[in-house]
């Protein structure tokens, strides 16, 4: 959290003598008594210098942001590190009242004046947006709101999962009527916001809204082409709404690894059930009992998981994305059998291919897409090591094989699609084989790694060569990869062993 006072900040501009105003996120916060690290404000003339005399005056950085519109940036340091964003931008119009006219939302058109008195806080809210933050509302300024930057589609949705906000009626249907114009936004746009609406708490619920608004077929068309897919039982729901039970499930998995994190609307919280929406949620014996197979394992998930991939994200930022992937493959490898029952034959290996696909149209870092990726591939595997309870020691090598640091993650999501899968007609036994092989997963990861997932080489390319009188080729590698695995499962434990295990496979040809 940023410790620089802010009051210095103001006081600087204040200084100066000239109008200028708070404006956007910061003084909704202030208003809402919400913290908040970034400033916005707006003078009649001389924005960029502003910024400029800000960074000087308090040793940061400073960078013009867009020098027609004349708005610069200084980036503010506090003792550890942590910065602050002061945007300073010169007025779109002559006239304020006008200027915050151009705004997205009501809520963010409220002005506070820090050119005069410091001792009088003067607000500017011409469209009443202090009324509609103490509705809950989300309300266009205007009609016109959304054909001058269509993200702001995207925005109101964020402002719904950042505040516990609901869109009002007529916004409501200025969205839907605006939704095709979402397509013309820059990708790295809409990805920043869905990167605030997906991982956030109660994101399952925050897809549905994304439906219903119109906008998911224009951001995540893999998501929207759930809708009305039907399955076979266990499964009681459609895709689409399983897919968004699996991100219930794992915000509840969420809850345990972080109680409390965020405080009020933010929170991580076992999934309740919601008016109008039929998603049926594990019962109180599941979670106790998923609480205990998780308890020796938590201080370590929270670790793995607050690993960053890029970008300042983390992996526990990009599992809920892998949740809502996890089954983009089925619509397309959906079959019907002879009596009856649907499957859907490699539909893991068919939504690699589309989530690569939208990683690239998202613009995604590669760390993050091939997370992504990884975790959709793999995340029957849990399952398939579950259904032979308890997994062998090889079967386990060679989950950890293909699935690599995303094991523990991956067990995650299967316990997550389980629970969701299960819920409304739960199933004792499968239960604690899918809970037994989570907790071998995770065992095997965190305590034993080095033996059984990553044993160190007993020999390496050139002793394999020199020992065998063998040529550098593909075979060498596999040879490798082979004894790895016999290491790994106890069958080869010295320089010798290692030796003759390799005799033994040169010899009859294996």
Known sequence: MYQFPISNVLSFIRARNQPAWLVGG????????????????IVPEGGISLARAVAAAFGGHFFVLDAARDVGRAILYDEVGASLDVDVARLRTPDLLDDLALRDFTINAIALD???????????????????????????????????????????????AALG????NATVNLI???????????????????????????????????????????VLPETA????????????????????????????????????YGGGDASYARPQPVANDATVMADDAAWVELAEGLAPYIADLREHLAQPLASGHT?????????????????????????????????????????????????????????VIRLVDQH?????????????????????????????????????DHLATYAAQPDPERWGHRLGTTRLILETYFRERSAR????????????????????????????EGLREAQAVGEVTTRDQALAWLALQIGDGS
């Open 26 to 41: 910061y003084v909704r916060d202030w208003l809402l008594g919400r913290p908040s690290h970034d400033l916005d404000v």
């Open 114 to 160: 820090i050119g005069g008195d410091p001792d009088v806080q003067r607000v500017v809210d011409p469209f009443d947006g202090q009324v509609d933050l103490m509705r809950g509302l989300v309300r266009a300024v205007t009609e016109g709101a959304f054909l001058d930057d269509p993200l702001r589609m995207l925005r109101g949705v964020r402002h719904v």
């Open 165 to 168: 906000f609901r869109i009002e």
């Open 176 to 218: 839907r009527r605006d939704a095709a114009l979402l397509p013309t936004v820059a990708a790295e746009r809409v990805r920043d916001e869905l990167l605030r609406i997906i991982p956030a708490p109660g994101g399952w619920q925050h897809v549905r809204l994304l439906a219903r608004l119109d906008l998911l077929r224009h």
């Open 225 to 260: 082409a759930l809708i009305g897919v039907t399955q076979s039982p266990p499964h009681y729901q459609d895709v689409f709404d399983h897919t968004r039970a699996v991100m219930a499930h794992l915000e509840g998995i969420y809850a345990l690894l972080w109680p409390g």
């Open 315 to 371: 992996r526990r930022d990009w599992l809920p994305w892998a949740a809502l992937a996890h089954d983009w493959g089925k619509p397309a490898m959906r079959s019907v059998e002879a009596g009856g029952r649907i499957r859907f034959l490699e539909h893991d290996h068919w939504g690699t291919l589309l989530a690569e696909a939208r990683g690239r149209a998202l613009k995604l870092a590669a760390d993050e897409s091939a997370y």
């Open 380 to 416: 029957m595997r849990p399952g398939h090591l579950a259904h032979d309870y308890p997994p062998s020691r090889r079967a386990l090598y060679r989950f950890f094989r293909d699935a690599d640091t995303a094991g523990p993650d991956c067990a995650l999501l299967s316990l997550a």
């Open 453 to 480: 997932v990553d044993p160190a080489p007993l020999l390496n390319g050139w002793d394999v060569m020199a020992a065998f009188g063998l040529s550098p080729g593909p075979r060498i590698g596999e040879l490798l």
